[in-house]
């Protein structure tokens, strides 16, 4: 990681800012980077410029500001300037900007830039939740998705129109973390450098980068992973489940400043260092842990695929084969979740929910007959083992769809809206 972040100190970015009120978080976006060492060249559309002066942007990144596509005689500067970027970065993205990028429009310089790119573009979308959930939006976030765009947030949370919910830029800190690592892991470039950012370059990272406040304090108990029936002394029943999504939302946390306890089952990941973790095996193992912990979490996020049966008698010994059909007696596992969330002072709980079809009547069903505040739902096939996923929080309000991304993206989105509920549900 720290050789990834020393990688990233060397790189050039155009920050494209475009028009909406998050525009004023680019300049500390702007300003973190270049602290990192990053050299910035910002451009602007011209309805960002209302919202942000390019006065503050050429100061903060010592480069004269784009917006004009016509101000260059050549006309070439979205060609030159994507040729010396290492990425692209627009930040924040609006709706009519998104759906111009999904549908390959070119209208002012930064568009024309994103079109003729041949580096990265990470995009990070700031809206009003209606416009996000509206389905042009979700088409156009899924078709950048699938043509390799980098999406970063957005996250959930209250916005400037005054409502709340999912559609708030990621806060400057925690862009520059994400960017940071996404620079890191691009090839060095070959462009000239100005040496008078290198000596930038030499400050290490910034530790108030490494987290975002919205857990701050918060102690969050999650389980993880599968567990393991056993049925005699090396045979056993479980479920497919790698855990990577219970260790994305472990790490998430974490990066989010909370205090993380990891009830785990058997996986082969390595949990993130500064998390509590045990390690348990069967389901009255994790339930065993749960309870022990429980007390002190205020908020319990149930990942687990918890087998919902163990073999009644299981053998101490290996059972011998005799040719014959056998019979295992299975009897059910307690549900850890319907336990957690029955309990009188009950944390705030999350539940996941993992179905081979009819994702949303199940998922609905589910969380009724749960009795918990939120739950996420995914497809088993798209998700068991994959790096990305694509998941629909179901809560009080209805559905909020988190567009396919990989699962830590999806983690910190899910925590952010886990975090806003989780804020109101204490102020009544
Ligand atoms: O009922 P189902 O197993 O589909 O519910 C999934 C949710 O319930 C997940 O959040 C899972 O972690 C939790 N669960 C549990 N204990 C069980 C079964 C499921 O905590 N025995």
């Not at 002066?53 to 070439?76: E, F, H, R, Y």
């Not at 993205?93 to 994103?114: M, R, Y």
């Not at 620079?183 to 450098?193: D, H, I, M, Y």
Request: proline share 4%; glycine share 8%.
């Amino acid at each position: 990681m720290r050789g990834i972040m020393e990688q990233a100190k060397q790189k050039r970015i155009v920050l494209g800012i475009t028009g909406g009120i998050a525009a004023y978080k680019a300049a500390e976006l702007a300003r973190l980077l270049i602290k990192q060492g990053v050299e910035v060249q910002v451009m602007m559309t011209e309805a960002a410029s209302h919202f942000i002066t390019t006065a503050t942007m050429q100061a903060l990144s010592g480069n004269p500001v784009l917006i004009d596509q016509w101000q260059d005689d050549k006309g070439m500067t979205h060609i030159q300037s994507s040729r010396v970027a290492d990425a692209i970065i627009i930040a924040p993205a609006t709706a009519d900007f998104i759906a111009k990028l999904a549908n390959g429009l070119a209208d002012d310089l930064l568009s024309t830039l994103c079109l003729a790119r041949n580096c990265p573009l990470i995009v990070a979308p700031a809206m009003n939740k209606q416009m996000w959930s509206n389905a042009a939006t979700q088409r156009n976030v899924a078709q950048l998705a699938t043509d390799g765009v980098k999406m970063l947030g957005p996250v959930s949370g209250v916005q400037a129109c005054g409502e709340e919910g999912m559609g708030r830029m990621l806060e400057a800190e925690a862009l520059v973390r994400d960017i940071l690592e996404l620079l890191g892991k691009l090839p060095l470039s070959n462009v000239g450098r100005d040496s008078s950012r290198q000596s930038v370059a030499g400050v290490g990272m910034n530790p108030d980068l490494q987290k975002t406040q919205e857990l701050c304090g918060i102690n969050v108990l999650i389980t993880a992973g599968p567990t393991y029936e056993a049925i005699d002394a090396v045979r056993g029943i479980t479920n497919r489940s790698s855990g990577k999504m219970g260790y994305a939302i472990t790490q998430a946390a974490l990066d989010m400043g909370a205090n993380v306890t990891l009830v785990s089952g058997p996986t082969a990941l390595v949990p993130p260092q500064v998390a509590q973790t045990i390690q348990v095996s069967s389901a009255a193992e994790m339930f065993e842990a749960v309870q022990k912990n429980v007390m002190n979490a205020d908020i319990f996020i149930s990942v687990a695929a918890v087998a919902d049966y163990r073999v009644a008698q299981p053998n101490e010994q290996k059972l011998k084969k005799n040719g014959g059909n056998i019979t295992l007696e299975l009897v059910p596992n307690p549900d850890i979740l319907v336990h957690v969330a029955a309990l009188p002072n009950a944390p705030f709980c999350v539940g996941f929910a993992a179905e081979s079809e009819n994702l949303r009547e199940y998922a609905k069903q589910k969380r009724q007959a749960k009795k918990i505040p939120l739950l996420a739902a995914n497809l088993a096939q798209q998700a068991i083992g994959a790096d990305d996923n694509e998941i629909i929080l179901f809560d009080d309000e209805g559905e909020h769809p988190l567009p396919r991304a990989d699962k830590l993206t999806l983690a910190r989105a899910l925590l952010s809206h886990a975090a806003a509920l989780y804020q109101k549900g204490k102020l009544k």
